[in-house]
């Protein structure tokens, strides 16, 4: 079946402008999760959907914000650019939120450049 | 707090055996995951522990110990392609975020 697809692969942005970044989750998972991730500072949590409704959020400020639809796939928004939000961003996708069977599988990111 | 503490870089030689460690300090987790990053690539999950003791998987193998919060990633017969950053992570039960180490970076020499 079809892995996680995160769109668009690359984008290059100007600061103060703002950027939507996507992700299909494989079919049947209704878990998406979101994480930045930048050189020696690991996977930094975003924010989980899980059915729509935001289940957890992470330490990000409010210019990060992001939403889920009826069919799992998610959308995040990341408004008045700074420099250093430049990092790659990454979608993962589960089936669940607990328990095993929760392993999260990524999609190839988005790497977002911002000058 | 809900943090998965790794060493930021291993060195080993093809052919040896290496263990990368993970621990934490609070519990109340459902079990503890591995993950594999290429440059440039996604993370892609390759182990799990929901339970105490070990689990194999080829030349992986993974630990956990609760009771002595923490858990380790053991790769055997070490290859070239296995040069890449390795990822513990955990799903805590009362808030359900999925957390990641900072990740450990794996340098396999000829």
């Known amino acids: 079946k079809a892995g996680v697809t995160q769109t668009p692969r690359y984008l290059i942005k100007t600061r103060g402008q703002q950027v939507t970044l996507s992700c299909s989750p494989i079919?049947?998972?209704?878990?998406v999760s979101w994480y930045q991730q930048t050189p020696g500072q690991g996977l930094q949590f975003l924010f989980e959907y899980f059915s729509e409704t935001q289940r957890n959020k992470g330490n990000f400020p409010g210019r990060f914000s992001g939403r889920q639809f009826s069919n799992s796939r998610s959308e995040m928004n990341v408004s008045t650019l700074e420099l250093g939000d430049s990092a790659l961003y990454l979608c993962?996708?589960?089936f669940g939120q607990g328990g095993r069977g929760t392993e999260a599988f990524f999609g190839q990111g988005t790497r977002l450049t911002v000058v | 707090g809900q943090s998965l503490e790794q060493p930021s870089e291993v060195t080993a030689v093809e052919g040896a055996i290496v263990q990368i460690n993970c621990t934490y300090q609070t519990s109340g987790f459902y079990g503890l995951s591995w993950y594999q990053q290429h440059d440039g690539g996604a993370p892609t999950f390759l182990s799990y522990?929901?339970?105490?003791g070990l689990e194999e998987t080829g030349r992986f193998s993974s630990f956990l110990s609760r009771s002595d919060s923490y858990g380790y990633l053991l790769l055997q017969e070490l290859q070239m392609k296995d040069s890449a950053s390795y990822f513990c992570?955990?799903?805590?039960?009362?808030?359900?975020?999925?957390?990641f180490g900072q990740g450990t970076t794996l340098q396999v020499k000829p």
């Open positions: 079919s049947g998972h209704r878990s």
């Open positions: 522990n929901a339970l105490d």
């Open positions: 992570a955990a799903r805590w039960s009362n808030t359900g975020k999925l957390i």
């Open positions: 993962a996708s589960s």
